[in-house]
């Protein structure tokens, strides 16, 4: 059975730093490339970053690059993605998501090449 689970969402102020954190299964984290998308209500789902399977690649949306960072520590099955500088563009529902350690590196911008994904947790960041 597939489980993401996501962790550590909160209600932060502009200009804060937090860290949400996605654990798996240790069949699933060892065999996927693994990223983390966002939605805001009304809004569709967006690429945020992605990780590769060995964590030596990483991929950022252009809105984020510089003030999030994305890692994998697979000894514990587990991504993170650290925020900085958040801003109230940032509120969302952050997902973390799992596909196949073999997809392209272009595809993983798409929500539509991952096939397993966590419940989501709340960042709120107010003004």
């Known amino acids: 059975q597939v489980l993401l689970r996501e962790s550590g969402g909160g209600l932060v102020q502009a200009g804060d730093s937090l860290t949400v954190s996605c654990t798996a299964s240790?069949?699933?984290?060892?065999?996927?490339?693994m990223a983390w998308f966002r939605q805001a209500p009304g809004n569709e789902r967006t690429f945020v970053a992605a990780?590769?399977?060995?964590?030596?690649?990483?991929y950022y949306a252009d809105s984020v690059k510089g003030r999030f960072t994305i890692s994998r520590d697979n000894a514990k099955n587990t991504m993170y993605l650290q925020m900085s500088v958040l801003k109230p563009d940032d509120t969302a529902v952050y997902y973390c998501?799992?596909?196949?350690?073999?997809?392209?590196?272009?595809?993983?911008?798409?929500?539509?090449?991952?096939?397993?994904w966590g419940q989501g947790t709340q960042v709120t960041v107010s003004s």
């Open positions: 240790e069949r699933t984290f060892s065999r996927s490339a």
């Open positions: 998501a799992a596909t196949a350690a073999t997809t392209k590196s272009f595809l993983l911008r798409s929500w539509k090449s991952f096939a397993y």
């Open positions: 990780i590769s399977l060995s964590g030596n690649s990483t």
